[in-house]
């Protein structure tokens, strides 16, 4: 294999990040949760080898050639960046004398198991408002009667949390994740105590989740206090965020990579469509019906459809956007006459990446349309190979990729490719 060449961005196409922040450690027993595996490392090298290691990936496919390989993008913050927070909660192991008086496990699963990594409020890389607001949350809990989900005996109430706060404003949207609706006025008790104490809590809700699998929400969900959803501002644009709708978990970082689709995107041509699929609520459709573009927005989750349609009210560029409630793999008949033929497509898919099915007709349409550029950002470097390396018996070719260190101090990026024909 062929050596690779890797570059730092900076400059111009990444604002440099601040010198390092004094490091805090980990204060979770055994190691950590598997998360930050790089917090102690040098970050310059750790964030190049970790780039290298994923175009080796793209280069194992056959995908580099002549692609042009732009390099990684430094993180604009190197802790406190993460703005969301899913945390599970089970009973606390009985260890030493104030057992009692702490009856609340809430952290991350330990890597391989359902043991939860305690502590989490210590987390260097937690935005600071959504530290501070556990460390005072875990201390209502406890002097609550509320009682932490046991799924060996299938008993209690509170089974996760999830906290986000704006990145600007450091206002909170915290949802409970409960087995039902018993301990409601308890919670709600919880939530104003937060707010004497100084918490920023705008908006509180409650899902309801009975089932016994591993996914973290149910179906259900019951605002308690404040808003419906949670304001944030990104690009010049502003956002509603819903409590079970997808938003980047570090702001500063996704405006920068935003900022590059948009750019790639540039104005669009008179009549222009853009395909935006696994829109979510909508940050990248409304970026680019800001340039002219008549976009439609493709989305599973049927409440971010309906935080996207919101969003391009608020931002007065409804009448550019359509959103879709299906899955990707499901809408090809679904698309209207005047989306037929794109200029350029987005897709933004979870880790697991395209759906065979989606492959298929991504395939097809680029063969269709020769001249649209396609754009993939992805989180996961091995399943973008993978779709990349699919798209290329199209007849097309990877152009450009780059990386944003969107997950600082991990062992994880997100990747930006553009291919054409």
């Known amino acids: 294999m062929s050596p690779i060449k890797t570059q730092i961005q ?33 970050y310059e090298p750790s964030l190049q080898a970790k780039f290298t290691k994923g175009l080796k990936h793209l280069e194992a496919a056959n995908l580099l050639g002549t692609a042009q390989i732009l390099g990684v993008n430094e993180a604009p913050r190197r ?17 030493g004398r ?26 260097p890389i937690h935005a600071p408002a959504l530290r501070w607001m556990l460390r005072d949350l875990r201390r209502a809990l406890n002097e609550s009667p509320v009682q932490p989900w046991n799924e060996t005996t299938g008993q209690g109430d509170l089974r996760y949390l999830v906290a986000r706060s704006s990145h600007l404003t450091n206002e909170i949207m915290l949802t409970f994740v409960v087995r039902d609706t018993s301990q409601k006025a308890h919670l709600q008790k919880i939530v104003s105590r937060l707010k004497r104490e100084g918490h920023k809590v705008a908006s509180t809700q409650m899902n309801i989740n009975a089932e016994s699998g591993n996914a973290i929400f149910g179906e259900e969900t019951i605002r308690l206090t404040g808003n419906d959803r949670l304001r944030e501002r990104l690009c010049d644009l502003g956002f509603e965020v819903g409590p079970t709708a997808f938003f980047q978990v570090n702001p500063w970082q996704a405006a920068m990579m935003y900022r590059r689709v948009e750019q790639l995107a540039g ?19 409304l970026m680019m019906a800001r340039q002219g573009f008549r976009v439609f927005g493709v989305e599973e989750n049927e409440a971010a459809v309906a935080d996207a349609a919101l969003n391009a009210k608020r931002n007065d560029l409804s009448e550019r956007t359509t959103f879709l409630a299906a899955r990707v793999e499901d809408s090809e008949t679904a ?13 933004n898919p979870s880790r697991r990446g395209l759906h065979e099915g989606a492959r298929a007709h991504l395939a097809h ?43 600082a101090h991990t062992d994880n990026l997100e990747w930006l490719a553009v291919m054409t024909s």
């Open 79 to 95: 802790l406190g960046y993460r703005t969301l927070v899913k945390l599970a909660v089970r009973p606390k192991a009985s260890v």
């Open 267 to 285: 104005l669009a041509s008179p009549g222009g469509v853009a395909w935006d699929l696994y829109c979510g609520i909508g940050q990248m459709s």
């Open 10 to 42: 900076r400059g111009a196409r990444a604002r440099r990040a601040p010198a390092p922040q004094a490091d805090r450690g980990c204060r979770v027993e055994g190691g950590g949760c598997g998360s930050c595996v790089l917090v102690n490392s040098s």
């Open 98 to 123: 104030d057992a009692s008086m702490d009856r609340f496990a809430i952290g991350l699963f330990e890597p391989g198991s359902h043991v939860v990594m305690d502590q989490i409020e210590h987390c």
């Open 335 to 347: 698309f209207p006459a005047w989306a037929q033929k794109p200029e350029i497509i987005v897709v």
């Open 365 to 407: 349409v680029l063969r269709q349309n020769p001249d649209a550029r396609f754009i993939y950002v992805s989180c996961e470097v091995e399943t973008l190979a993978r779709d990349l390396a699919a798209l290329r018996h199209a007849g097309f070719r990877l152009r450009q990729v780059e990386a944003f260190d969107m997950f």
